[in-house]
């Protein structure tokens, strides 16, 4: 008889979860819409963790009709009704509930125990995974600089500002134009850059350079409104990249605040950048005039292209540079 019994398929995901009754978790999960790339889609945002999670339109029209008071079977017919899925859909929808439960956003009972352990050997088997590529890829958070940020905005806060853009534009305006006007004295130092002499001074400027890219992004995330808990340091083929979780922005429903959040590291480069050519031009041969002409060099021949390059700010919210 036990042969027999185990000779019968076993059931699918979604016949053994149809009657199963689950809830969100409370109403304080933050709902946002977006559109990327021309592509509708929903940033749901956990205040409690900061984490923030993108849904399709399909996932989204899951998410709204979970009820407790309703089994799963009820809400998938509901949707067959709408027109959004079809009887075939039923397994992927059901799938989404797990990706829900893992993220925290609803409780899911299960009962069948052999289920429970796969799942546990597969998150086992992801967590050594991820501490074998954590070799390679290694993220250290350092500080949770809301606070320090809140208390400091005010006296930054006119860098976001429409004035202060304009003068911004007449800046970079007038650095291209002495910088061009004496180009020949400009590209002459290149040859020495990286002479052993100039490495400690260069790697130096290099940290400090970076430092005021990730708060750039920080300062603008917290001007509209988000909450930045972390900042840090990436090991990425044990090479250090500072970064800062700027998620909050993925909620603004504004394109201008979330763009001005993705660009603010490099805003606030450029500046430095402006700054350090009218130094380089006004001194003689010194510290000073070397440091200049390092910012010069680090902020517009390595972090443009790589943050033109880099699409993380615009798809993560998480911002990183490379030291």
């Excluded at 809140?150 to 911004?168: A, D, I, M, N, Q």
């Excluded at 970064?243 to 001005?260: I, P």
């Excluded at 606030?268 to 031009?281: C, D, K, M």
Aim: proline fraction near 5%; charge should be positive.
């Amino acid at each position: 008889m036990n042969v027999a019994a185990q000779s019968l398929p076993r059931p699918s995901l979604a016949e053994s979860l149809r009657n199963v009754h689950v809830g969100l978790r409370g109403e304080d999960l933050e709902v946002s819409r977006h559109v990327f790339r021309g592509v509708p889609c929903y940033i749901v945002r956990d205040p409690m963790t900061f984490q923030t999670q993108r849904l399709e339109v399909a996932d989204y029209e899951v998410f709204v009709r979970i009820h407790a008071a309703r089994p799963l079977s009820a809400i998938f017919s509901e949707q067959v009704d709408h027109g959004s899925l079809t009887a075939a859909d039923e397994e992927r929808s059901t799938s989404s509930y797990f990706r829900f439960t893992g993220w925290g956003f609803l409780q899911l009972p299960i009962s069948d125990e052999k289920l429970l352990y796969r799942r546990y050997q597969q998150r086992r088997r992801l967590q050594r995974r991820n501490r074998l590529l954590g070799i390679l890829f290694l993220r250290i958070p350092l500080w949770n600089p809301n606070a320090f940020l809140e208390r400091t905005l005010r006296h930054v806060r006119f860098l976001y500002s429409k004035g202060c853009f304009c003068v911004w534009g007449l800046l970079l305006a007038a650095a291209f134009y002495v910088g061009a006007a004496r180009w020949e004295e400009l590209r002459q130092p290149l040859d020495g850059l990286l002479a052993a002499r100039n490495l400690p001074l260069l790697w130096l400027t290099l940290i400090g350079l970076k430092v005021f890219h990730e708060f750039g992004h920080a300062y603008a995330c917290r001007h509209y409104g988000g909450h930045v808990p972390e900042m840090g340091v990436y090991l990425i083929l044990f090479t250090p990249c500072a970064y800062v979780d700027a998620t909050a922005s993925w909620g603004f429903t504004s394109k201008r605040e979330r763009l001005v959040v993705c660009l603010a590291g490099m805003y606030v480069e450029s500046i430095i950048a402006s700054l350090a050519v009218f130094a380089w031009a006004a001194t003689e041969p010194s510290v000073i005039h070397s440091l200049a002409y390092n910012v010069i060099f680090l902020a517009g021949v390595v972090t443009f292209p790589v943050q033109h390059q880099t699409p993380s700010c615009a798809t993560t919210g998480t911002t990183s540079s490379a030291i």
